[in-house]
């Protein structure tokens, strides 16, 4: 087996290896494929690890890939794979070519093994003429589709302009067979009465960036402001959009929809709620959710001030709604617009 991973990979990748599982196992499934039926195929019903030498960038149907992963493995299983990120790509290829000739190269492989595949109209022909083979893939992405898929990624390393991966098996797939990746994006979030609701927004994140939310806070916990510090699921003109509040504007449609209404607590996701106190949770239920939070009245720096300062507003809510909303909306405004009062 040594000779085979080694033959396939390298040194490096087989001492990654065999430090998270046995691979002389019979319990222990290793393959170099890019395809799904090559797992589901297997006649053992089910292994405490499966280890694929190939990188994700050429498995046509990723998700598909995963969920038989997950299918195959025990509760707790491990799945060990590798993917070449965007910016590990972007590195290799200005490295390899000349300056001013190497952003050419550059650009030209972005559009089309990066933006074709996820453009209606191209992404058939990029399949047909590329079987979906060396696709280029976020780190965001990757991950996000490893959780969207069940799994939870435990360690993680970089080395010969791979990431490397270790995902544990932890619950099944969500089957999520229509990820957006266009420009306006609806995220899940909790509404009036805890119902869910779906928020417009414009796209500032890499897709599948959603089922990140729990990794981003485990490694990066949150910055001053309540937003996760260091994202790299934020895209470049994600940052842009972001800066001049341009991913705020579809928000109007929910508005419009009775979602939201203009001001009041901030619509927010299952995982952010969750840092919230039980009781507050539930009080929140109560107050359909607003475009403009208190957040840019009090500004507060930490998660407690947050909630403190949502919990002063609908203790004044409860009190007078329409004044208190009235004076909410003009002490934002002035923060925003004259104090330049921003959430990151």
Known sequence: MKPLIIKETSQKSFDFIIQKVDINSEDT????????????????????????????????????????????????????????????????????????????????????????????????????????????????????????????????????????????????????????????IKLKRQGKGGKPIKVYKARTMHAYSEYLQEYVYQHNNLQEGGKFKDDFRITTAGKILRKFWLDELPMLINWVKRDLKIVGVRPLSAHYLSLYPEDFRERRKNYRPGLVPPFYVDLPKELDEIIESEQRYLDAYDKHPILTDWKYFWKAFDNIVFKRARSN
């Open 29 to 184: 499934l290793v393959v170099a494929t890019t395809t799904s039926f090559n797992i589901e195929k297997q006649f053992k019903q089910s292994f405490k690890a499966i280890i694929n030498l190939k990188k994700v960038n050429d498995i046509r149907r990723i998700n598909k890939f995963f969920e038989a992963a997950n299918a195959k493995l025990e509760d707790g299983g491990i799945f060990i794979g590798n993917v070449e990120t965007y910016w590990l790509r972007k590195k290799r290829i200005l490295k390899k070519y000349p300056p001013i000739i190497n952003w050419g190269f550059y650009t030209a492989d972005f559009f089309v093994k990066r933006v074709s595949p996820k453009v209606w109209g191209l992404k058939k022909l990029y399949f047909f003429f590329t079987g979906g083979r060396n696709r280029v893939l976020s780190k965001a992405e990757s991950l996000g589709r490893l959780y969207s898929c069940g799994f939870e990624v435990i360690d993680e390393a970089f080395f010969e302009n791979r990431l490397h991966f270790v995902a544990k098996k932890v619950k099944e797939p969500a089957y999520d067979y229509s990820p957006t990746y266009g420009p306006l």
